[in-house]
């Protein structure tokens, strides 16, 4: 069951931080809301969101009861149900389902649809706390592990969907990318700076917070002895790259596109962001399944 846990953690991971993410990032960039096809995007999510988290129910009873995935019964389910893992589970198909629902109530109205669809996706995301490391711990310090734990799957959640979004916009094709959506998609670019300081500073913060819980001070040589260790010294390394990606992207990227726009020669400013952001986004991906490894795996600490 392994490689299958791993294989659905990471679709989960990925499937859930777009749906959140992308109608996140749409609602902080209204000048581009029409260039991301952020309804089918969610419907999307939301649809294969209620297949993964099923599949994933079957797969950990399955695991929990020793048994192949055609052994499970429905005594055991119902078990797990009861367990704080099975009532997160209740939650993200419920609000799953009310998404679907809203993608087709809210038809025409963009902004409402993007607003309960991130909001949902949140909600979704944040589900997955469960899963992890964070719902071990007990009293406060079980609290402050599974508030960080969200705290870090919606941050994380956000520039995955950032990047996807701004992913679909520099890789429209030339005669879509005219010197208005070139414009609009830099404003998006710059104006997303700010908000991604933030999301970085929560990361690194609750980052911190569930290293401490997870490893500790005193087993920090363990990390390079440990398959745990060792996968989270790798999603560090990778995170860096994010972060080094990111801070390009702003700091010279972004405003040689602007300088472009106006001269209009633009081709060799938008291939560098187009290269970039393909380097960042397959960092996170790289990141998401890491961090669905290291969830099967038994902390240090």
Known sequence: MGPLDIAVRFSLYLDLAVLFGVPFFALLAPGIRGALPSGRIVLATA?????????????????????????????????????????????????????????MALHGRPAALLAVASSGGAIVLSTLAWNGHGAMDAAMTGWVHL??????????????GANVGLLILVLRPPGVLDAPALGATHRALDGFGTTGTIIVAVILVTGLINGWLLVGPTNIFALLTTLYGQLLLAKLALFAAMLAAAAANRYLLTPALADRIETGDHSAALLGLRVSLALETGCALLVLALVAWLGTLEPIA
Not at 147 to 160: E, K, Q, S, Y
């Open 47 to 103: 649809i294969a969101g209620l297949v993964l988290s099923t599949f994933g129910l079957v797969a950990l009873t399955a695991s929990m009861a020793g048994v192949p995935l055609a052994g499970i019964d429905l005594a055991t389910v119902v078990m797990i149900l009861a367990m704080p893992v099975g009532i997160a589970w209740i939650v993200r198909i419920a609000s799953l389902a009310a998404i679907v629902l809203a993608v």
């Open 147 to 160: 508030g960080a734990d969200i705290a870090h799957l919606i941050t994380a959640g956000a520039w995955v």
